[in-house]
């Protein structure tokens, strides 16, 4: 069993955000599945990998693991925020998101340092934009980490 419970959260929290990005991120890693960068599209964070090429169990352990970035730093996770997970893992006809919460937990709780450092990148990044900086491609999309700064955290 999980320790982890679906939460309704009033506002945006970017360092939530952060660390539920570095979570899909540290599974997609433990699998030796590529992630090509972290972008925010249309405003959204999103960590960019083939979700075609992984096979069925690495897919949905990914798509949980942003649930599992949240869990393991709040004991609780955005149910809003991780309904495009759950919306992908239904496409993918897997089942509910919590069947691979504690699959997904371990992983990310091995992965404790890296989590963090992700998150704490991803975070100072996405704050510079927010501050005005010249991104290319505006405020709505842009990369926040590249494949080769992905790699040496
Ligand atoms: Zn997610």
Sequence with gaps: MTNCRPSQLEEFNLNRACIHEAGHTVIALHFGVEV??????????T????????????RFIFLAGGAAGECHR???YDQQGVAGDQQKIKEWLG??????????????????????????????????????E????????????????????
């Design 47 to 58: 960590v960019m990998v083939d979700l075609e090429r992984m096979n069925p169990q690495v």
């Design 134 to 153: 010249a991104f290319e491609g505006g405020p709505e999309n842009h990369v926040l980490l590249w494949k080769s700064e992905i790699d040496l955290i």
């Design 74 to 76: 709040y004991k609780n």
């Design 36 to 45: 090509s960068s972290i972008e925010v599209v249309r405003s959204k964070p």
């Design 95 to 132: 089942g509910s998101i919590t069947d691979y919460l504690s699959d997904a937990l371990k992983i990310v709780a091995a992965n404790d340092d890296r989590l963090n450092k992700l998150s704490e990148k991803l975070a100072w990044k996405w704050q510079c934009n927010s501050l005005g």
